[in-house]
């Protein structure tokens, strides 16, 4: 994930307009029209400073993207076990939830934006990219048996959890319990006859 360049200040109240009326009422329901009028700027400057909605979308998802992971970081670095360390992107999630009530930025770009070549849907592609191999790194240091494949039954649960989040389903402390349960399981050796 690459840094986001510097904006000004009238490019930061775009970024903050926008990511408020995209998170809560959708990419493609929302216009430049109303995110200039939101943050007090002309379509102009919006334009000047993004390029193209497209890239102020992209701009909004990549700072989304760098929050997120900044925040699953620390939460694995915090982990004195290396195997509470594979689980700790539910603990992250548990944070960021508190915020995010309308589920994960990611997936709803991804299903409003299905178009692969589009800036965003690319970043959000990787986001989950990351995820997924973050999830193997952990498994691995962890010592995990077939660390790809936890990683993406992680992954699942993970984004299921996410994905569930807008209808007030309060499953994150389940998910969190049988992501651990995944964990502890794959520790157990694969011993099959000869």
Request: proline share 5%; net charge neutral.
């Amino acid at each position: 994930m690459q840094a986001s360049p510097a904006v000004s200040p009238a490019g930061r109240r775009i970024l903050t307009a926008a990511e408020e009326l995209f998170y809560h009422r959708g990419i493609t329901a929302v216009g430049v029209d109303l995110i200039a009028e939101r943050s007090g700027v002309t379509k102009r400057t919006l334009y000047n400073q993004f390029g193209s909605k497209d890239h102020l979308v992209a701009s909004y998802l990549a700072e989304r993207d760098q929050r997120w992971r900044s925040l699953v970081r620390s939460t694995v670095d915090a982990c004195t076990d290396p195997v509470d360390a594979v689980t700790a992107p539910f603990d992250a999630l548990r944070t960021w939830s508190t915020t995010n009530a309308r589920g994960c930025a990611f997936i709803n770009a991804l299903a409003e934006l299905p178009d692969a070549s589009h800036p965003a849907h690319r970043i959000a592609s990787d986001q989950k990219r990351w995820l997924l191999d973050l999830f193997t790194e952990l498994a691995s240091a962890a010592g995990r048996t077939k660390p790809a494949s936890l990683a993406a039954r992680l992954l699942v649960l993970h984004e299921g959890t996410l994905a569930l989040q807008p209808l007030a389903l309060d499953v994150l402390a389940e998910s969190s319990e049988l992501a651990r349960a995944l964990v502890r399981a794959s520790a157990v050796q694969d011993v099959r006859p000869a």
